[in-house]
């Protein structure tokens, strides 16, 4: 799914930190080549056919045209988000060294873990591009410093452990998170080509959640999508009905399910959304 970034005219990319106690994304790509950094936690990343354990330290770069997906993470996790445009992009990449940041994809493993003193600069740096925001002059001069010197220190990093996900596992998931429809296991082992028993096995094997749970978490996100567009819009919603038009059944459903992955009520992410 192409996500459209709503990032002003003037700016060449953007910064912020990612911290989202519900754990549920969708899989997406954009326009925009995306760094991530891990600063906190765990979490698993399928990154088209690839699946990636990720921890502090693990700085990951997304392309264009790589849907990327994080499909769990522990309560605590967080991570520093940067967008680059293509026209920062083409100014700033001129050497060859660089010149694969002008690449809509990337063939080989596109995480690495970084030392230390490099995990240190970078978390001061990603800071300091926040507090830029409204100066679009200096936000841009620092987005391409740190695009060139993120790129850099990758080439230095140690590689993560990754693994190849099976088509069957990457079939599946992908029909969960671009398709609403409730499908049942049998339906997506047909599609998928595998026995039901088989096709739970090895996704719980490759991925590190059952698609019972994975389910739940692209059910978690619709909810939080619907219910976030229906409050800016100013129409008002409950809990109930955004919780319904987003797959759950039930009440009782969606607030046991919201309570195991997000760790708190329903009502309490309100509130501190609301603070």
């Given at each position: 799914m192409l996500q459209r970034l709503k990032l002003p005219g003037n700016l060449d990319g953007m910064?912020?930190?990612?911290?989202?106690p519900a754990g549920a994304n969708r899989r997406h790509h954009h326009a925009e080549l995306e760094l991530n950094l891990?600063?906190?936690g765990t979490g698993t990343y399928l990154l088209g056919s690839r699946h990636y354990q990720?921890?502090?330290g693990d700085l990951l770069w997304l392309f264009p045209t790589q849907e990327h997906v994080l499909i769990e993470q522990t309560p605590d996790f967080e991570m520093w988000i940067v967008v680059f445009r293509r026209r920062l992009i083409r100014r700033s990449a001129t050497d060859p060294a660089s010149r694969p940041?002008?690449?809509?994809?990337?063939?080989?493993?596109?995480?690495?873990?970084?030392?230390?003193k490099d995990?240190?600069?970078?978390?001061?740096?990603?800071?300091?591009?926040t507090e830029t925001a409204n100066e679009p002059g200096l936000l841009n001069a620092s987005l391409a410093y740190t695009l060139l010197h993120?790129?850099?220190?990758?080439d230095r990093a140690s590689e993560v452990t990754t693994r190849s996900v099976h088509p069957a596992v990457e079939r599946t998931a992908r029909l969960l998170l671009n398709d609403e429809t409730d499908h049942t296991l049998p339906q997506?082992?047909?599609?998928?080509?595998?026995?039901?028993?088989?096709?739970?096995?090895?996704f719980k094997q490759q991925t590190g959640i059952s698609i019972v749970e994975f389910r739940n978490r692209q059910r978690?996100?619709?909810?939080l999508e619907r219910y976030e567009q229906e409050r800016d819009s100013g129409r008002q919603t409950t809990l109930l009905n955004a919780a319904l038009d987003a797959g759950f059944g039930s009440y009782p459903q969606f607030h046991r399910i919201f309570r195991q992955i997000a760790g708190c009520s329903p009502a309490e992410y309100q509130r501190r959304q609301s603070d």
């Open positions: 910064a912020w930190r990612y911290a989202n891990v600063t906190r990720i921890r502090r940041l002008l690449q809509r994809s990337f063939s080989g493993d596109t995480c690495r873990r970084l030392r230390q995990l240190s600069r970078f978390e001061e740096l990603f800071a300091q591009l993120a790129w850099k220190c990758f997506l082992a047909r599609r998928a080509g595998l026995s039901p028993s088989r096709l739970s096995r090895l978690m996100q619709r909810f």
